[in-house]
């Protein structure tokens, strides 16, 4: 998608005139983006169709509603009740009239789900990194990030005054070399940023590691774990709860959108921190509360968490089948995560319209979310699909490839 790049030369008007031209030329080239849903998100949804207005029915593999709570029962009750109870907004941030009792409560629970002392809400997980990435690092601090971190995390990253550098997706060893070189810059602090599950090709970052080599270096290790949060771990803690290295995390960030299928972030870290957080966070300070709702949405998800474990086991063993029925039509993938990558680095958007007119939703991502040529469907697998819902995928993912002869095997993907 090189070619939706605007050029920065034109003014405003000019370049988005232009845009808007190169947009509408994709759009007729098998480009699919923005899908109208007409029903709740569940495994099986309604999509409007653009060209006839008529919504039919598709088994969804796009959304992040892992643990099936956007349209569950107990969550939509639970947000009636609210409803009646505390009304539909606030009108105000978080440190003047924008914390009801049940923000201040949901804070506890999201601190001791992270194993932290005290936690802060966002209104969204990308604001929660520009938050405390805008206040915790400075000039004369490091912070080193892993390649393939999210866009938040670089944005954030690059509005601080710390200097940026960045070692090789999940490799011990570079990071190992980067941090040893940040020391003889003598800075005041060393940031180590990674995430849990990364969302591109869902694997993991090697957490017990990382935190291996920068035990005794002084860094501070802060983890984005928005796809980890609620799936990985005994009790659904997250990645650091998978490895066991909960205490070595100095600070916990994750998002409400996925696993709990609502919306807003948090930051879970020492009380220090989020006091401090809560002061110097601009997107914290300055941003509207989420609306008392949502807020009882994410309570019933964490009930939930703790009442139906059954629902990640489901969710893993789904995975599992999955990655099973790929690599038996040749398309060889894994995944520890709900993500299931398949990568299609040439003819991606016929592929996906062929999904798209099979009633497949699934979501086609390419450059600039990812490199050139490496090209992937995103799938998103949920407790929800069944068995049938994985097969059908699978088949009409086979018919796509083999009409526009796509190959099996993509090596030094």
């Known amino acids: 998608m090189q070619r939706l790049q605007a050029d920065l030369r034109l003014n405003v008007r000019q370049r988005t005139e232009q845009y808007a031209e190169v947009l509408a030329r994709e759009l007729q080239r098998d480009l699919i983006v923005a899908r109208e849903i007409v029903s709740p998100m569940d495994r099986e949804v309604l999509v409007r169709d653009a060209r006839t207005g008529e919504a039919r029915s598709m088994l969804m593999f796009g959304s992040n509603n892992y643990l099936g709570y956007a349209n569950h029962p107990y969550v939509l009750e639970q947000v009636r009740e609210s409803l009646d109870r505390w009304g539909a907004g606030l009108g105000g941030p978080p440190l003047l009239n924008g914390t009801m009792e049940p923000h201040a409560a949901l804070q506890r629970r999201v601190s001791a789900l992270k194993s932290k002392e005290a936690a802060l809400l966002y209104s969204s997980g990308y604001g929660a990194n520009i938050g405390w990435l805008t206040a915790l690092p400075h000039r004369g601090d490091v912070i080193l990030m892993d390649e ?97 290295v909960e205490n070595e995390i100095d600070l916990a960030m994750g998002t409400f959108s996925k696993a709990l299928a609502a919306s807003g972030g948090f930051i879970a870290a020492t009380r220090q921190i989020v006091e401090y957080l809560r002061f110097f966070s601009r997107p914290h300070f300055f941003s509207a509360s989420m609306p008392p709702m949502v807020i009882a949405a994410l309570h019933a998800g964490l009930d939930l968490l703790e009442r139906e474990p059954q629902r990640r086991v489901r969710l893993h063993e789904n995975v599992r089948h999955l990655v099973e029925l790929l690599g038996a039509i040749g398309v060889h993938t894994g995944s520890q995560s709900a993500i299931v990558p398949i990568y299609v680095p040439q003819g991606i958007r016929k592929v996906s319209a062929r999904m798209h007119n099979a009633g497949v939703f ?52």
């Open 362 to 413: 699934i979501n086609a991502i390419e450059y600039p979310a990812v490199p050139e040529g490496q090209e992937r469907f995103r799938v998103s697998v949920t407790c929800d699909h069944t068995r049938d819902d994985l097969r059908r995928l699978v088949e009409t993912l086979d018919g796509a490839f083999e009409a526009e002869q796509v190959p099996r095997e993509v090596p030094g993907k």
């Open 148 to 244: 393939r971190c999210h866009a938040s995390l670089y944005d954030g990253a690059r509005a601080a005054k710390a200097r940026l550098v960045t070692f090789r997706h999940s490799c011990v060893d570079d990071l190992r070399t980067k941090l040893r070189d940040a020391r003889t810059l003598k800075p005041t602090d060393i940031y180590v940023v990674v995430e849990g599950v990364y969302s591109m090709d869902g694997d993991l970052a090697p957490l017990d590691r990382i935190v291996e080599v920068c035990r005794g270096s002084g860094a501070f290790i802060a983890l984005d774990d928005a796809h980890g949060t609620g799936i990985l771990g005994p009790t659904g803690a997250g990645t650091a709860e998978l490895f066991g």
